[in-house]
Nanobody
Framework: QVQLVESGGGLVQAGGSLRLSCAAS????????MGWFRQAPGKEREFVATINWDGGRTSYADSVKGRFTISRDNVKNTVYLQMNSLGPEDTAVYYCAADRGPLRSSNSEDYDYWGQGTQVTVSS
């Protein structure tokens, strides 16, 4: 079993930055692909970013490409999401997810474990 705990969310003004962290329990973290998803009020959960098991490959949703960066530290069992140039459209609950497979994926159905989410609110 893997437990994921997100942190780093909060209220920020448009144009600002936040760094989300997701701490994972379990010794197998380094073999998992990881992803970030988000869900805005009244909308379905959507893919944000994903990273493969060793951090060598990443993928992003078009809406965040060039503004967000996903990274991981397999010693600390943590995955990060650096978010820059935030806009009101980025307001959502952000979820960290772990895929027991090693390869990155934008499909939420590929993920086996989910965190509880952290709220990000961007004011205009």
């Amino acid at each position: 079993q893997v437990q994921l705990v997100e942190s780093g969310g909060g209220l920020v003004q448009a144009g600002g930055s936040l760094r989300l962290s997701c701490a994972a329990s379990g010794r197998t973290f380094s073999s998992f692909a990881m992803g970030w998803f988000r869900q805005a009020p009244g909308k379905e959960r959507e893919f944000v970013a994903t990273i493969n098991w060793d951090g060598g490959r990443t993928s992003y949703a078009d809406s965040v490409k060039g503004r967000f960066t996903i990274s991981r530290d397999n010693v600390k069992n943590t995955v990060y999401l650096q978010m820059n140039s935030l806009g009101p459209e980025d307001t959502a609950v952000y979820y960290c997810a772990a895929d027991r497979g090693p390869l990155r994926s934008s499909n939420s159905e590929d993920y086996d474990y989910w965190g509880q989410g952290t709220q990000v609110t961007v004011s205009s």
